[in-house]
């Protein structure tokens, strides 16, 4: 497999060299077919107070080098078929000759565009239907692991596999402003061969969320509303996820023979609500999420499904001029009904807590630079805090964009 995408990777690269790579975005457009390229090589590092003991996921910040390809035929009349393609380069503190590290696809999609551009219909590897609301807040931040839109290959919360989508714009051209989607993630069969285990990293969430989709469907839709010039733009998403069951199963829950209580509960969706600002160099926004059975927290250092989860995400962004913006965001993650644990009770309990503090400046249109200090707000004397070893330091990163 990591042979087949070097195959492509090397006549792809040569495309690169034989470009401008400051004006590269067009490389083909001929016949009424037209190919984009784009991405960008983004180098970053994490820094803590107590050095032995910051997290993996933040001392070993992966950089990465980003590639896209974006393409667009006419097909007859008003209908156009396009497709995106997209992968990542990992460029970490690992060996060359280590085995583990080889390009990931982060996106892989081909679909129509119909209706003069209003309509469009896509299946492949795309984002998952909450990301229409949760990408709100993905404005230059360096610390995302933690952010709701970049929780990918869990459901349908960011990047996934095997998504149908469906989108609108302008609701069939009778109110402008106003866009819905319809998503369908068809389900997978995994195997036993699926679910693969690295000794050296810690892939808890990975397996369990492997085994949790297993032989799952899901749906989702969102809707949103910009209000006219205002800047202000209205988001709401949800998904649901469900087994694949037989009709006399199904039949029994719809006429509730068997009842369920709280504890067997295992009905799996989410959803977000966000809104925004966009106007005169200022960028406003919230967005408010709930997940139900679908995301994990830390029980004696295990990942474990958490009945709800809550997350509350703000961010403000002020652009002095056409080469410095600062940001200022606050991130809270709150699980609910939590069973009590190890040496801690139940309950409410704050997952993440923090002030993050952004500053980037843009060199030319292709290179910028970011640091960015991350407060933590988390109580260091909690017992749940206490008991699975959280971090609770506060953060710095500094990192380096080239875009083309």
């Known amino acids: 497999m990591k042979y087949n995408i070097l195959k492509f990777l090397i006549p792809f690269l040569l495309i690169i060299s034989s470009n401008n790579i400051t004006n590269a975005s067009e490389i083909y457009n001929k016949n009424q077919q037209k190919i984009d390229l784009y991405g960008f090589l983004d180098i970053k590092k994490a820094y803590s107070k107590d050095r032995e003991e910051i997290p993996k996921k933040y001392e070993n910040i992966i950089s990465n080098m980003i590639i896209g390809l974006k393409g667009k035929t006419k097909i007859f009349n008003d209908v156009y078929g396009y497709s995106q393609f997209e992968f990542s380069l990992p ?15 982060r996106l892989g999609l081909i679909g129509l565009n119909f209706n003069h551009g209003n309509s469009s219909l896509d299946f492949g590897r795309n984002y998952g239907i909450l990301y229409d609301t949760t990408s709100y807040i993905k404005k230059d931040s360096f610390f995302t692991d933690d952010l709701m839109y970049n929780y990918n290959d ?3 919360f960011g990047r996934t596999n095997n998504l149908l989508t469906y989108r609108n714009k302008n609701f069939f051209g009778l109110i402008k402003g106003l866009e819905i989607a319809l998503q369908y993630k068809s389900p997978h069969f995994y195997t036993e061969e699926n679910v693969f285990y690295d000794e050296n990293n810690n892939n808890e969430d990975r397996d369990i969320f492997v085994e949790k989709e297993k032989n799952k469907k899901g749906w989702g839709a969102s809707i949103g509303y910009k209000i006219g010039n205002s800047g202000v733009s209205i988001t709401g998403s949800y998904f649901n996820s469900s087994k694949i069951i037989d009709k006399n199963d199904e039949l029994k829950k719809v006429f509730s023979i068997k009842k369920q209580n709280l504890k067997n509960d295992d009905n799996i969706n989410a959803f977000s609500i ?6 005169n160099n200022i960028y406003l926004a919230t967005v408010f999420s709930r997940a139900k059975n679908s995301l994990t927290y830390l029980d004696r250092h295990s990942s474990v499904f958490a009945y709800k989860i809550k997350k509350l ?3 403000g962004q002020y652009k ?8 200022i965001s606050y991130v809270q993650t709150e699980g609910n009904n939590i069973p009590a644990g190890y040496h801690y009770p139940g309950g ?3 997952f993440l807590k923090y002030i993050s503090i952004n500053t980037i400046y843009k060199f030319s249109k292709n290179l910028s630079a970011y640091f960015d200090y991350r407060i933590n707000l988390l109580n260091k004397k909690d017992r ?3 008991t699975n070893d959280l971090f609770t330091d506060n953060l710095f990163g500094i990192g380096i964009i080239y875009k083309f």
């Open 313 to 315: 995400e703000i961010i």
């Open 91 to 105: 460029i970490n503190q690992n060996t060359e000759i280590d085995k583990n590290v080889f390009p990931s696809i």
């Open 320 to 327: 002095f001029d056409n080469n410095l913006k600062a940001t």
């Open 384 to 386: 749940y805090i206490k």
């Open 154 to 156: 869990k459901f349908m």
């Open 348 to 350: 409410n309990i704050n």
């Open 274 to 279: 966000g809104a925004k600002y966009e106007k």
